[in-house]
């Protein structure tokens, strides 16, 4: 009622004063129609707690300079209300701030409450409290479950009215999500699940919120909730009524990646194809999931074994930087998208074959306003295609757009792009001039060691074995298992010199075993499977031994089928090689203690840094497994992003002046497994299709934003687990040191604001190579240039038998000193009659400083 009132005093004043700017947003089966006008968005997700207030401006920016129009965001209801009915907005979790932002900067806003995200998050961003309370199970139709789900979706609508920021009030809010990709799992939950579908979306819409609310990966999603697609690919989705309009919320332009897994890679040109094909097809609204990935700080990760990165090989890369040229060739893909823009919404498409795998899609209705798309979908070949009597080239698996229905203004395949180079540049610890023992040669280090096994008082003695998860309810991801056997000055084992074998069954995470306060070894789950088995020989002595697993969870479960009664922690413990054979504790008396000392007492946490003795050195420990570090340092120089490069370190955690910066685990994946050198793009994607880093740590720097740094005094705390080299610890600073430029003889080189305007063959510029130096930076060197048929990639071209000598003089003459230049290929600058019968190209690698 309070709303309609609102509303019509909204539409009132708007009509008679211009003043309240209320949007009123509609859909039909074509597109989305904002106060009366069609769009077609170009949207990208930026998961607002996955960086800082401070960085939000600026990737914002970033995106809306790479032609997106809508910022997509989850609602993490975990990070939000931390207990029931305590709720947190500040910080990283700043909601209104974030939408705010998104509004200044003339953006819209889709905003994806769920409260269910999944999202590689932890729990997949539902509280753990909600699973203890008696009778919840998630996501079906269950009473508990929909009173805290409506309660929080409430809570959050209503903040979002009460700050104006539904569309319909004048904000930035233009759709809204309810569940998410709850299609994937309904048969798990029986015959309550379309119930809890139809409430979930009744309820969703008697939040009069004036937007359309959507359902992702939600075939029966009831009207008038739209059903949307996620995919790598979703030209051929079909939304479930004639009326609803096709959206894509999840395009994934890359994929998360798990500790202990190698680095997956999604190719620009693929990511531009699926884009392309969508909007061929009539395609509405798409989304990049990620367009910024970001990190995820503290313990906010999911999987299990999501790794803290959440770089995701987006367009923006965790620091904020733009990727290129990922983020570059998807923004003129979104330039030639917007200049058809027009004609794709004017009439529908008539669909044309041009040879078995290659057909255009003509958006003409006759009135002279006609784009088009030609596409070639063979995985392999390249050919020649005619269309309204003029022949074009499309190579395999790309797409051509025509928005004059003549000249190609971008070709999916064809990347022109700029590149970079970016490095993480070390740079040592810096003690800091704040540090109350300067005068010492280097960084004083502060230790304080763990005891293994039960500190204070113990928690709880049972026989047997208990859930890891039920018993720290995740306000730790630390849980000690501890026993005591006696062992018989008779044991073979003894007299032989040799060790019996510890062997433990977990349902997961990870567990460091110490035997008399001493590691014996480690064992870990990976991504695909969490369960796992440790096995190795101890070092028993006559007499009593005390035993002391530290089990450990790495990020809860963050979807699936009744996902949240996954469990974790020891099943079973047995030693072998004892003169009775086989020793089974696994039902004997364990005593049991919750979390660190050190993280119970908070000694990471600006205020309670003293709460433990530390031992002062200026050689600290190494190899030395659960011991705290503490360290006074000075920020790393300049202003480049920063990363905690963990190589030498073992598995543990790391804070900066009392800001989580999250799980650190420089954790190998197999060397014995297959990566690719070059990925071709050609072909469907699929997350294992380009893996990189066989035998490398899946993540070595650990990003610290530079707003979390003080001018002098920074406390670095970090506590290893299983030990590593402090000393061996630095800030990298990722900098760009060099700029890059491939372009080709057939680089479709138009003018494309000048295309749709009369004659457009004026539009027709030469193509040329561009290059863009970061910020306050300039081209100091050409590293490299050759025209002609110069192979590999930025970083590392060489060039061919076919090259024009002169190519590095004439780029020098247009480009040293400059911060941005472009290279012409005209006769007047190369060579064109270089190895005839070949389209030859230009690469160019320049240095900026
Ligand atoms: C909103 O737009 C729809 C169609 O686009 C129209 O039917 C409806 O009357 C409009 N509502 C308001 C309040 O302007
Ligand atoms: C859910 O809603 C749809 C559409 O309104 C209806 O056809 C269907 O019977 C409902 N299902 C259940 C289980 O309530
Ligand atoms: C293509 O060429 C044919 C024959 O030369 C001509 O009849 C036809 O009008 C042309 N079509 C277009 C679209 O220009
Ligand atoms: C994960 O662990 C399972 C079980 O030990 C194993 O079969 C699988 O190969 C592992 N996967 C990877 C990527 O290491
Ligand atoms: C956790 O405890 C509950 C009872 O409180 C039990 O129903 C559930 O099965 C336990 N979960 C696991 C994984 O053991
Ligand atoms: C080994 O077996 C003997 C005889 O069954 C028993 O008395 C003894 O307690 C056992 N020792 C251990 C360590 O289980």
């Known amino acids: 009622m309070k709303l309609f009132h609102f509303l019509f005093l909204c539409f009132f004043t708007n009509t008679l004063f211009n003043f309240c700017s209320a949007a009123n947003v509609t859909y039909d089966a074509r597109s989305l129609i904002i106060d009366g006008q069609r769009k077609l968005l170009i949207s990208a997700s930026i998961h607002y707690p996955r960086s800082v207030p401070g960085m939000w401006p600026g990737l914002v920016q970033t995106a809306k300079e790479g032609g997106v129009d809508v910022i997509e965001s989850y609602v993490f209801w975990n990070g939000h209300e931390p207990s029931p009915g305590k709720y947190n907005f500040e910080g990283r979790y700043d909601l209104v701030k974030f939408v705010k932002i998104v509004q200044q900067a003339g953006m ?3 905003l994806r409450i769920g409260p269910f995200v999944a999202a590689e998050w932890n729990y997949g961003g539902i509280p753990v409290w909600l699973h203890y309370v008696p009778g919840t199970v998630f996501r079906s139709d269950n009473e508990p479950f929909k009173y805290y789900m409506k309660k929080f979706l409430t809570f959050i609508v209503d903040l979002m009215k009460k700050e104006k920021l539904f569309a319909s009030q004048g904000g930035p809010i233009i759709l809204a999500q309810v569940e998410n990709e709850y299609g994937y799992y309904e048969s798990y939950y029986g015959e309550g699940a379309k119930r809890y579908v139809n409430w979930s979306a009744a309820m969703a819409v008697s939040q009069n919120i004036g937007v359309p609310w959507i359902m992702c990966a939600q075939d029966d999603a009831p009207d008038p909730v739209i059903n949307t697609c996620n995919s790598f690919y979703c030209d051929a989705f079909k939304p479930n009524s004639p009326n609803k309009p096709k959206i894509w919320t999840e395009n994934w332009p890359g994929w998360f990646k798990t500790f202990g897994a190698r680095d997956p890679h999604r190719p620009a040109e693929d990511v531009a194809f699926s884009v392309a094909r969508f909007f ?8 990049y999931y990620m367009y910024h990935g970001g990190t995820n700080f503290g313990r906010t990760s999911g999987g299990p074994f999501i790794t803290t990165s959440y770089d995701y090989e987006a367009p923006i890369d965790e620091y904020g930087l733009p990727r290129l040229p990922k983020w570059g060739h998807l923004k003129e893909l979104h330039r030639a998208i917007k200049l058809s823009e027009h004609a794709l919404l004017k009439s529908g498409p008539t669909t044309l074959s041009l040879g078995p795998l290659q057909e255009a899609d003509v958006y003409d209705d006759g009135s002279g306003v006609c784009a088009a798309f030609l596409s070639n979908t063979d995985d392999k070949t390249d050919v020649n295609v005619v269309f309204r009597n003029v022949s074009y080239h499309l190579p395999a698996w790309s797409v051509s757009i025509l928005p004059d229905c003549k000249n190609v203004v971008y070709n999916t395949a064809k990347v022109g792009s700029h590149a970079s180079v970016v490095k993480m540049v070390p740079e040592e610890l810096q003690p800091s001039v704040a540090s109350p023992t300067r005068g010492l040669k280097g960084l004083k280090w502060d230790i304080y060691l763990e005891k293994a096994g039960i500190w204070g008082v113990a928690d709880f003695t049972k026989n047997g074995f208990v859930d890891h ?6 306000t730790t991801d630390y849980l000690w298992y501890t026993t005591s056997i006696t062992v018989g000055e008779n044991e073979e084992f003894l007299k032989k010199g040799s060790r019996p074998v510890l062997l433990i069954e977990s349902k997961g995470h990870a567990l460091h075993a110490f035997v008399n306060q001493k590691l014996q070894g480690s064992a870990s789950g990976n991504g695909s499977h969490s ?13 009593k031994n005390e035993i002391a697993l530290l089990s450990m969870t790495v990020g809860l479960q963050n979807a699936g089928g009744l996902y949240e009664w996954v469990g974790a922690g020891l099943t079973s413990v047995k030693i072998e090689g004892l003169n009775n054979g086989t020793l089974d504790l696994s039902m004997s008396s364990w005593t049991y203690k919750i979390g660190l000392q050190g993280e119970h007492l908070g000694i990471y946490k600006p205020g309670n840094l003293n709460g433990v003795k530390w031992v002062s050195t200026s050689e600290p420990p190494k190899n030395q497994p659960l011991t705290w570090y503490k ?8 202003d480049e992003p920063v990363g905690l490069d963990m190589v030498h370190m073992g598995k543990g955690l790391a804070w900066l002046n009392g800001e989580e910066i999250g799980r650190y685990w ?4 197999s060397k014995n497994l297959e990566c690719v050198q070059e990925c071709d793009y050609r072909g469907k994607f699929f997350p294992d299709k380009c893996l990189t880093g066989c035998g490398e740590p899946s993540q070595r720097w650990y990003h610290v934003p530079r707003s979390w740094f003080k001018p002098t005094g920074n406390v670095l705390v970090i506590f290893e687990e299983k030990g590593g080299d402090p000393t061996k610890i630095t800030f990298s600073k990722r900098k760009t040191s060099g700029v890059c430029s491939l372009i080709t003889e057939d680089y479709p080189a138009f003018d494309q604001e000048s295309i749709l305007k009369e004659g457009s063959e004026n539009g027709k510029t030469r193509p040329n190579a561009h290059l863009k130096c970061p910020k306050d930076t300039r081209i100091s060197n050409i590293k490299f240039a050759s025209f002609g048929n110069p192979t590999g990639k930025c970083g590392s071209y060489s060039a061919s038998d076919c090259h024009d000598p002169s190519s590095t003089f004439v780029v020098e003459k247009v480009c040293l ?4 230049c472009s290279v012409e290929l005209t006769e007047e600058n190369f060579d064109k009659s270089l190895c005839p019968g070949t389209t030859k190209k230009l690469a160019i690698e320049a240095v900026c400083s």
């Open 108 to 110: 819209y806003m889709m």
């Open 280 to 287: 061929q097809k009539g395609g509405s609204v798409q989304n």
């Open 469 to 474: 998860i039920n018993t720290t309810k995740d």
């Open 531 to 543: 369960p796992f088995t440790f096995k190795s020989p101890i070092s028993l002595k006559a007499g």
């Open 631 to 638: 360290v006074v340092v000075d920020p790393p120089s300049g």
């Open 666 to 669: 420089p954790i190998k994946s």
């Open 817 to 820: 000193g400059k911060s941005e």
